[in-house]
């Protein structure tokens, strides 16, 4: 079953229930899946993930401005969309990955940055996000 069949299936199941915040957040999510695959993207994950991305950054920005009340909104739609990804990795799980990267490319310096990234998130299989990847990476390399 992928994942837009679930969420259609959540999204019958939140509007039997009345729930009206989550209703409105899988049917975006649902949207934007459909979205891709009729334009040929079957990635479902990366669709979530940028998604997800999207809500968290609003979420931020809408704090920034003072507007707590909207940040909140956009952080339950964020909470909503991570249900249906794979759980994330843990800190010591992705620093050995990047260890791994860093062996396997023979990176020695933070110049050797790109290599080390393009492998380390091939490995991560979209379990972690880029900005953990990167800084791990750089940590190491320093």
């Known amino acids: 079953m ?7 299936q959540d999204l019958t199941t939140a509007m039997k229930a009345g729930e009206k915040d989550r209703v ?9 899946l459909q979205k891709a695959a009729k334009d040929g993207n079957d ?5 979530l993930r940028r998604e ?3 809500r968290l950054e609003s979420a931020t920005a809408f704090r920034e401005a003072g507007r ?5 909104g956009e952080e339950a739609e964020a909470a909503i969309i991570q249900v249906y990804l794979p759980a994330e990795l843990g800190d010591d799980e992705l ?11 023979g990176a020695s310096s933070p110049k050797d940055m790109g290599g080390v990234m393009k492998a380390a998130m091939e490995k991560t299989g ?17």
């Open 24 to 32: 409105g957040a899988l049917r975006l999510v649902l949207s934007e």
């Open 43 to 47: 990635d479902e994950q990366a669709i």
């Open 2 to 8: 992928s994942i837009a069949d679930t969420v259609k």
């Open 126 to 142: 979209g379990r972690a996000d880029g900005k953990r990847v990167s800084a791990l990476a750089r940590e190491a390399l320093a």
């Open 95 to 105: 620093r050995q990955i990047v260890a791994d990267a860093i062996a396997e490319t």
């Open 52 to 54: 997800r991305k999207r």
């Open 68 to 72: 707590v009340e909207l940040a909140e």
